[in-house]
């Protein structure tokens, strides 16, 4: 696999046409395949980036796509992020991701997942599938009944369980290290936090946060969810508008993705960003510069949050073991400050130069291959 500089890829939702094969030319895409079954409705895009350090593995996530073509750009964008995770975080995988295009409350059966199923068995494990938005791992059973390149899976499956305990992990080593990188110290006592979303991982990492005594402020549209953030950790709840203007020292997304953009950027008042959410810049070289600009240590989404991703590669290798996946989510800690370091030496951002490390090892590790 040729390797292609990093940029954002171009948006299917600026309304211009995109054309599949030109995206796939220009960031490196292995293969596109493209799954229709008529009986039920199934409409799968499996986005192949990278099977240079192994199965392309990336979650299977379900939308009701305004155009067929966003979804294929999603499949595509999606996929070329798991391959950066799981590069940089030492992972012998590639980086796949599927999506199916429609409205998951209307179309959904367990006709259609199985039929899905049937899809990736043919792919012979160069794809392996786990959950995303909108695939529970009940759907996961349905599709595991007719292939077994299925992770992620419930431990009542002999699978790993939720792997949102350990992401909030890796997040918390994640914040410390940039922590250290703009105060000097990786302590967190007495430094206020915004972690917008308090989900699966942002509630975990709230209570990481409340142990070491930092003062933690929230925000979410789910408003049991702020109860429990407050009654269980003392945090001060925000409101979804004001979470990222607020004077915080450091802001941790936990919820969405591209809440970093020309909108809200010029508000914050952070030093450090360093959170769970995927795909945080809007827009990976403007935005990443944008933070640059502004003083802000900002630390790669893909490489804090990579604990899910090593959690369910263990899970499908049959080596999952809690104590050493912590272990190996602790290293996010080093590897970020590596990063941080880096960026901060050659005067680029940190995003791209996290990109360019995991690029330099599948490259090294594909030279290896030949070699031997
Ligand atoms: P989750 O669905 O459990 O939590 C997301 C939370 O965000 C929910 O409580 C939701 O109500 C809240 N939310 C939605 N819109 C919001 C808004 N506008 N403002 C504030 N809060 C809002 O998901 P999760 O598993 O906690 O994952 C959180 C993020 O981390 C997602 O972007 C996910 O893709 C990413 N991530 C998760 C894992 C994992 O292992 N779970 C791994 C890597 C990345």
Known sequence: MEVKTAESLPEASTGRSVNAFEVMAKYGHEQLV??????????????IHSTVLGPAMGGTRMWNYVSDEEGVIDALRLSRGMTYKAAISGLNIGGGKAVLIGDAKKIKSEAYLRRFGKFIESLNGKYVTAGDVNITTHDLE???????????LPETLGGGGSSSLITAFGVYMGIKAAAKQAFGSDHLEHKKVAVQGVGAVGMKLVEYLSKENAEVFVSDVEEDRLQIASRAYGAHVVSTEHILAIEADIYAPCALGATLNDLTIPQLKCRVIAGGAN??????????????????????????????????????????????????????YDNCMQVLKEASGKKKNTQLVAIEMAEKRIVAISQLHRTL
């Not at 349905?142 to 992620?152: D, L, N």
């Open 34 to 47: 493209q799954c229709y079954d008529e009986s039920t409705g199934l409409k799968a895009v499996i986005g």
């Open 142 to 152: 349905y599709i595991r009944m007719e292939t077994s390149h299925v992770t992620g």
């Open 279 to 332: 795909n945080q810049l809007a827009q990976e070289d403007r935005h990443g510069q944008m933070l640059m600009d502004r003083g802000i240590v900002y630390a790669p989404d893909f490489l804090v949050n990579a604990g899910g991703i090593m959690a369910v590669a263990a899970e499908y290798f049959g080596d999952f073991n809690k104590n050493h996946l912590y272990q190996k989510a602790e290293r996010i």
